[in-house]
């Protein structure tokens, strides 16, 4: 118990008008309860914010990726890869809001294509893909991006993973 809260029971008169001391009690606990659920749900509101604003920006700038990649003679910037993301998230709005009547059969869409998508790239990559021997797998290690530190070079390849596991 902090300090605030033990300065809140303890500055309680010792006769109420009523002569109960529970009720006082009681009272003062469920205001605190209620401050405490409203500061959980705008945190929750902030996590939602940012969530959809980073998955917008990264869907941004993995498209202005792939058009880098497939239009090397073009010259992009950095601002396009923002308005890219702002588009993003007025997709996803629009779809969630608008149209959302037909979002289960696009999740229905979604998850067949998802599922079919996996197996041919699985397929394609197993049996086209050079073979390692399970040492050079698991025991070698690369430093491609030539930072300073294996830990390094580790942390930084997993920063795309963990959008994967931030959601709920």
Sequence with gaps: MNQKHVTEFTSIPAKTQNGNHVEELER????RVSDSQTLARLGKKQV????????GFLAGGIIKGLLILNHPDQTFHQWQATLIGYGVIVVAVFINTVVSSYLPSVESCTLVIHILGFFAILIVVAH??????AKDVFINWSNGGNWPSQGTSFMVGLTGNVFAFAGK
């Excluded at 939602?48 to 998955?55: E, F, G, R, V, Y």
């Excluded at 086209?128 to 021997?133: F, Q, V």
């Design 48 to 55: 939602l914010k940012t969530t959809i604003t980073s998955a």
């Design 128 to 133: 086209m893909g050079p073979h390692s021997s």
């Design 28 to 31: 003062a606990h469920a205001s």
